[in-house]
């Protein structure tokens, strides 16, 4: 497989941006799950979609690495310090840690705490015994990590907007679904030219 030129393979962009849905779905369903009682049937509804989309975020990461190893990145145009691009490396593997631990660690607090694993009408097997302590530990590891997440997340955003509008260069563009990109500089110069 090989990328678009100066775009990723279409199957990486699908993945990144599903990734970001689900992503979003998964911050939701916990920031609000408080509109409903504690133990109320919403309540638990959004914490059982919390956990089986946050598992989602797992099967689709799991799709995403063998895609980043096969596949080469586009070069970005004009090229940016090699600073830079090392510092993408770094934040770009973080995230990919992020999002293998995060659901990780939803599914080892759900075991500790002897509660079913549900995952769109399965249910997971347990990856460790019930025991209180250790679930409450997990649980706050999980919050701690779930709020360094919006950190990550949020940076990678800023700093595909700074390419974008301030550098100048194709960073966003490359990732961009074909529907939203901008004609190439060539092809807008053709378009507008004279006839």
């Given at each position: 497989m090989k990328t678009q030129g100066k775009h990723y393979h279409p199957l990486q962009i699908g993945v990144h941006w599903l990734t970001l849905l689900l992503l979003i779905a998964v911050y939701a369903l916990i920031e609000l799950r408080d509109i409903y009682p504690k133990g109320s049937a919403g309540h638990e509804?959004?914490?059982?979609?919390?956990?089986m989309l946050g598992m989602a975020v797992l099967a689709v990461v799991l799709v995403r690495l063998p895609l980043r190893l096969a596949l080469q990145a586009p070069?970005?145009?004009?090229?940016?310090?090699?600073?830079?691009?090392?510092?993408?490396?770094?934040?770009?593997?973080?995230?990919?840690?992020?999002l293998i631990v995060?659901?990780?660690?939803?599914?080892?607090?759900?075991?500790?705490?002897?509660?079913?694993?549900?995952?769109?009408?399965?249910?997971?097997?347990?990856l460790m015994g019930p025991d209180r302590a250790t679930a409450k530990n997990l649980e706050g590891i999980h919050e701690l990590i779930g709020n360094l997440g919006f950190f990550l997340i949020g940076?990678?955003?800023?700093?595909?907007?700074?390419?974008?509008?301030?550098m100048r260069d194709d960073t966003l563009e490359r990732m961009l679904p074909l529907a939203t990109r901008q004609p190439e500089r060539g092809a807008q110069a053709r378009l507008h030219r004279p006839s």
């Open positions: 509804l959004m914490k059982t979609w919390h956990f070069p970005i145009t004009p090229p940016p310090p090699a600073w830079q691009e090392q510092l993408a490396h770094a934040m770009h593997w973080a995230l990919y840690g992020f995060m659901p990780l660690l939803g599914w080892l607090t759900l075991s500790a705490k002897g509660q079913p694993i549900p995952f769109f009408g399965l249910e997971l097997p347990a940076l990678h955003a800023v700093a595909a907007l700074w390419h974008h509008y301030f």
